[in-house]
């Protein structure tokens, strides 16, 4: 059973770049997370994807947008790429479960620097 | 505001003892999930242990438990017989619909 992956591992680009992200969920969920982890600090909510939408955001700005695909694969796509941005990006998956979503399962991240 | 704080910013602990991580939490929810994530140097958040706060009942994983204090907003995890393995950043996780994760606690197991 194969669990949540991500790609790339690790990603360097220069400020005002574009980056996108991908995510392959756990087999049998269909609900897509992402996180910024910056260095030495814990997981920050940037939103969440079910059924192709968006159902949830956190505080970050409109460069920050995402996509769901029917296979319940995700893309978290950074406009205007500023120093900032620099952190692990973490996707999870979990599977809805009446209002709530279940527990989440965490890809191994994505590393990316801004130059 | 729904807030987590981890008042440990780094722990330290003698292989085969027991360690305590605090954890405490702000919301007005009754119903809401807590969680310990483990993160190891490899960067892959891994899930420790979960508690849903309607249970009064401790959550226990082998040598893994909460002592989970609802009225004190207060979810502590507590490792027995501690391992080298387990040296690794943990994170208290509160969730209602998004989960808001605090700042860590960084494990040291000494041999």
């Known amino acids: 059973d194969a669990g949540v992956t991500q790609s790339p591992t690790h990603l360097i680009k220069t400020r005002g770049q574009q980056v996108t992200l991908r995510c392959s969920p756990k087999?049998?969920?269909?609900?897509v997370s992402w996180y910024q982890q910056a260095l030495g600090q814990g997981p920050q909510f940037i939103f969440q994807?079910?059924?192709?939408?968006?159902?949830q955001r956190g505080n970050f700005p409109d460069r920050f947008s995402g996509h769901q695909f029917p296979n319940y694969s995700s893309e978290l796509n950074v406009n205007a790429l500023l120093l900032g941005d620099s952190a692990l990006y973490l996707c999870?998956?979990?599977?809805?479960?009446?209002?709530?979503?279940?527990?989440?399962?965490f890809g191994p991240g994505t590393r990316l620097t801004v130059l | 505001a729904q807030t987590v704080t981890q008042s440990q910013p780094e722990m330290s602990v003698q292989e085969a003892e027991t360690v305590t991580l605090s954890c405490t939490y702000d919301?007005?929810?009754?119903?809401?999930?807590l969680f310990w994530y483990k993160q190891p140097p490899s960067r892959q958040m891994i899930l420790v242990i979960r508690?849903?706060?309607?249970?009064?009942q401790n959550a226990t994983e082998n040598r893994f438990s909460v002592n989970f204090q609802k009225a004190a907003k207060s979810f502590s995890l507590k490792i027995s017989d501690s391992q080298l393995g387990d040296a690794a950043m943990y994170f208290c996780?509160?969730?209602?619909?998004?989960?808001?994760f605090g700042k860590g606690t960084r494990l040291h197991i000494l041999p």
């Open positions: 996780a509160y969730k209602v619909d998004k989960i808001i």
């Open positions: 508690q849903e706060a309607y249970k009064q």
């Open positions: 994807y079910y059924e192709e939408e968006e159902r």
């Open positions: 999870a998956s979990s599977l809805v479960s009446g209002h709530y979503t279940d527990t989440q399962y």
């Open positions: 087999s049998g969920h269909d609900t």
């Open positions: 919301t007005s929810e009754s119903d809401y999930y």
